[in-house]
């Protein structure tokens, strides 16, 4: 069965850092890619990152780049978006996903999500 925690989301105030993990379980992590899409309220979802199977190659959506970084630990089974510079507009439900590259996968593949919000 596969299953993707994610955690360390929470409130921070603008220009704040936080980072969030997920925590693969029931498929092969390594040989998959993988994505945070992220889900501001009444938006649709939105392609935050994804990175490749090893670890060596990441992209970013526009709106982020500068800002976050993307990696994973294959032994600890985890993936990792380090976030700073924090913005109101960056506040969203963000999820870990198994695959994509540049685009969100379909839901099925998400996790259950992580609140971070972004406000004074």
């Known amino acids: 069965q596969v299953q993707l925690e994610e955690s360390g989301g929470g409130l921070v105030q603008p220009g704040g850092s936080l980072r969030l993990s997920c925590v693969a379980s029931g498929f092969s992590f390594s040989t998959y890619l993988m994505t945070w899409v992220r889900q501001a309220p009444g938006k649709g979802p939105e392609w935050v990152s994804s990175i490749d199977f090893s670890g060596s190659n990441f992209i970013y959506t526009d709106a982020v780049k500068g800002r976050f970084t993307i990696s994973r630990d294959n032994a600890k089974k985890t993936l990792y978006l380090h976030m700073s510079g924090l913005k109101p507009e960056d506040t969203a439900m963000y999820y870990c996903?198994?695959?994509?590259?540049?685009?969100?996968?379909?839901?099925?593949?998400w996790g259950q999500g992580t609140q971070v919000t972004v406000s004074p």
């Open positions: 996903a198994r695959g994509g590259w540049g685009t969100a996968p379909s839901r099925v593949n």
